[in-house]
Nanobody, 128 residues
Framework: QVHLVESGGGSVQAGGSLTLSCKFS???????????MGWFRQAPGKKREGVAV???????SYVDSVKGRFSISKDDAKSTLYLQMNDLKPEDSAMYYC???????????????????WGQGTQVTVSS
């Protein structure tokens, strides 16, 4: 199982920016599999929401509400996953988690419930 540690959360005003980091370790690479890593968030009283996912081939996808504002990236040399968040809005306030899961090549990255490795979360608060 992959070990994940998030950092970089904080409090900002609307329109501001934050960069979240997720240090990962414990990966095992297989030729027939690819890794999917993602950022998810959960606000009080709301369901967990997938924000952005990137696979080991570099393909990234985003939830519509953050497209054009957030960018997910991964630096394998530093074993770190990033989420650059720009033009933050109060509705972006939530606990943000990174997660990792491997899938057989040819299959899509899993849904949130199928990710097995999770970090402890980092809080993002955006004030209006």
């Amino acid at each position: 199982q992959v070990h994940l540690v998030e950092s970089g959360g904080g409090s900002v005003q609307a329109g501001g920016s934050l960069t979240l980091s997720c240090k990962f370790s414990g990966y095992t690479y297989y030729n027939y599999k690819r890794w999917c890593m993602g950022w998810f968030r959960q606000a009080p009283g709301k369901k967990r929401e997938g924000v952005a996912v990137i696979d080991s081939d570099g393909f990234a996808s985003y939830v519509d509400s953050v497209k054009g504002r957030f960018s997910i990236s991964k630096d394998d040399a530093k074993s770190t996953l990033y989420l650059q968040m720009n033009d933050l809005k109060p509705e972006d306030s939530a606990m943000y988690y990174c997660a990792a899961e491997d899938v057989v090549r040819g299959r899509a990255c899993p849904s949130a419930d199928e990710f097995k490795s999770w970090g402890q979360g980092t809080q993002v608060t955006v004030s209006s």
